[in-house]
């Protein structure tokens, strides 16, 4: 099994103390990392210098921003990240936790050794350069102040014993910045992320996938959950959309499949408008006081009508249609029908035109009526094109 190796300005230099940057560029991109860590004194120090443009992700937890971080606790499930120095910083129940951080990495800062600070007991403190500098000072001014061999010896053998006391800590400083760049190799081949095409189902990882390398990564598309292999299971490490929480009335954010469902059902429902004709106390003949404007092309789906309190006799209406509220024609081939001693009508009458333009006017016109009967109401169902 190959295993993707380590970016090679990581190796080529002669003073293995560096800072080291990538370009983000298709020549020299960022990595994509995984780093698994446990929280110690509330932080997280990364392995790599993030890139803020793409930002750090947590499964389960929000980032929240510098002006929220300094005003108030950290929650549970929130955290901050400087992206500077490549610290997260996280709530206090997050103590000796073990988390999963995925980023990409533009680089590392190794400091140089005239940088690495030599503390002596006291107050003063001297750069490691420093010290050898002065060494090599000390040695010129003894040779050329005395004639005294023994005393110009005995003033080398000190001043070169303070020399190697120097070079001894460079020397242990590089074995430690050498050391620290092997773990940052190791961190590099093990948290790797290659990224594979999506699979439908977490059961279709393993069939279409079945002698991955180590950071394969792959996404499953009905739970949006990501897979890398780590070079024996498959491990869960991150889920699209899982550090942006469901939108609010204040705030931004996804969509709930059960707020689609209901769009769903709320935009078919907005394709149908219904004119409603209220004729108020006892229903006198002729025609009636509400004419209504239709502001949508439409198609007329039904009419249907129904009173308050029934009568003796039937009570017929008619629905008529204008386009400048002079000419008047009917939209049914007999009028709508109450029967005596019903409550709604017969529906024996059928459409002659359902085809509605835009402003056009509707009106009801009673044909016959009973004084014994009240309130009529007429709805007329219209689909909106």
Known sequence: MTVKKQ???????????????????PNDPFVDRLDITRVVNQRV??????????RVRIANMFEVNYEKFIKSSLGKNEFYCDYTNGFIFFNTDREAETISIVYKGRGVILYPSNRIIHYDGTDSTETLFKIIEEAKTQIQELIGQTANFEEVLDNMIVATNLTKDATDIVLE????????????????????????????????I???????HVG????????????????????PIDSLGGNIPNATDKYDGLMSKEHYIKMEDI??????????FICPQEVLQGVQDPHVVFPHNGEILDIEAFVSKKGTVATEID?????????WSTIINSPVTIKAGNYKD?????????????????????????????????NIKIKIN
């Open 45 to 54: 120090a990364l392995l790599e210098i993030p890139d803020e443009l793409h």
């Open 267 to 276: 935009s078919v429902e907005t394709d149908y408008r219904t004119i409603v």
């Open 7 to 25: 970016p090679i300005n990581y190796l080529e230099f002669n003073n293995p103390i560096h800072i080291v940057w990538r370009k983000g560029t």
């Open 206 to 212: 393993a069939k279409k996938y079945p002698n991955p």
């Open 216 to 235: 394969w990564t792959v996404q499953v598309y009905d739970t949006g959950i990501r897979y890398r292999w780590n070079g024996k299971d498959w491990i």
């Open 173 to 204: 400083t590089n074995d430690k910045a050498l050391q620290h760049i092997e773990l940052i190799k190791d961190a590099y081949e093990t948290t790797v992320l290659i990224y594979q095409p999506f699979v439908q189902t977490q059961a279709d």
């Open 319 to 327: 629905v008529e249609l204008s386009k400048d509220f002079v000419n």
């Open 346 to 378: 017969s529906r024996l009458h059928k459409l002659t035109k359902a085809k509605v333009n835009k402003n056009d006017v509707f009106r009801l016109n009673v044909v016959t009526f009973d004084n014994d009967t009240y309130n009529l109401t007429v």
